[in-house]
């Protein structure tokens, strides 16, 4: 064998063996421990740049996730509850830090808001919210009860009022019997059966 083929030869051997002992050593590397329990008041996820996307955090003193765009602006937030309302997740649009959509329990039941651009004006649909009605409302632009079709008890009943919130007009089905009431602008009933 000549010269330069023993030489070739030497140096597959030394990048076979080379890769061998890599191939032993990354097999036999100590594994990390993991942590069982990680505690921290803030988690944050971050995005190639840097920039907060999601964070688990305490409010409060009440757990939450929040979700951000890119622009930082909170998209998505789930939270534990508080002594005042219970979980809930809010929806955001993206251009201001006020919820479009809020899902929550309230007594325990599910309780669903939601918010016109203007930030007012929502509409709320509840299912037997403790001393309340289970039913959806509709409000106006200002704030003010415009429809209202709830059941409480055995009453189902249906409401219409005019932009002042006073109460025109109501459909009512009470122990099977329906009922219509219609009332003038300064509240007199004009029309009622039975």
Known sequence: MSRGKWAMMTVAVCVL?????VAYAAGT?????VQEVVKAQRFELVDAE??????????????GLVLLDKDGRPRAWLDGGNSVSGPGLRLYDGTSFFARSE???RGGEPFLLLYGKDERGCAALSLDVVGVLSGFTLP???DKLRALMGVEGEML????????GELRSALVLVDGNPRLLL????????????
């Open 17 to 21: 063996a080379a890769a061998v002992a």
């Open 29 to 33: 590397q100590a594994a990390v421990p």
């Open 50 to 63: 840097g920039k907060a996307r999601a964070v688990l955090a305490l409010k409060d003193g009440d757990p």
């Open 103 to 105: 899902l929550t329990l």
């Open 140 to 142: 106006d632009k200002d």
């Open 157 to 164: 009943g249906l409401t219409l009022q005019d932009k002042d």
């Open 183 to 194: 009332r003038d602008k300064e509240g007199k009933v004009i029309w009622g059966a039975p």
